[in-house]
């Protein structure tokens, strides 16, 4: 029992929530991101070089034969791969870069100064302070 008490109480702390919110949205967002990569940015840059789908570039060691397949070095998803990440590395940075610029924009805010006294605590402070005296 003891172990299953210790359990709930992991899973429902914010240790074990939070852990799980942070996955969903890293997972998400790790969608969005991919999508951007490959849906956005990659045409262009293939518009650039001609068209030239990196994912489809390899080297035929061995061309395919009776019922065996062909031995290709497929480099051209290696570096589609290299240049998501590269890409998704860019991107996320950029992100933590405007979160912290907008957090230390927060902490040099100065706050607020404190609100005026009202009538009522100046009168007692007053007292207080002619009773000090006595």
Do not use: H, W
């Not at 990196?54 to 035929?60: G, K, N, V, Y």
């Amino acid at each position: 029992m003891g172990i299953i008490k210790e359990f709930k109480e992991f899973a429902v702390k914010g240790n074990g929530v939070d852990l799980a919110v942070g996955i969903i949205i890293g997972a998400a967002f790790g969608k969005i991101v991919s999508s951007l990569v490959a849906d956005v940015v990659m045409p262009p840059i293939g518009l650039l070089l001609s068209g030239v789908d990196f994912s489809d570039l390899a080297i035929t060691l061995k061309a395919a034969s009776e019922g065996a397949p062909a031995v290709v070095i497929s480099y051209g998803k290696f570096l589609q791969t290299a240049v998501d990440f590269l890409l998704v590395a860019g991107a996320v940075f950029l992100l933590v870069k405007g979160i912290n610029a907008l957090r230390r924009q927060a902490e040099a805010t100065p706050p607020p100064p404190p609100p005026a006294p009202s009538n009522e605590e100046v009168l007692l402070t007053e007292i207080r302070d002619l009773l000090r005296q006595r």
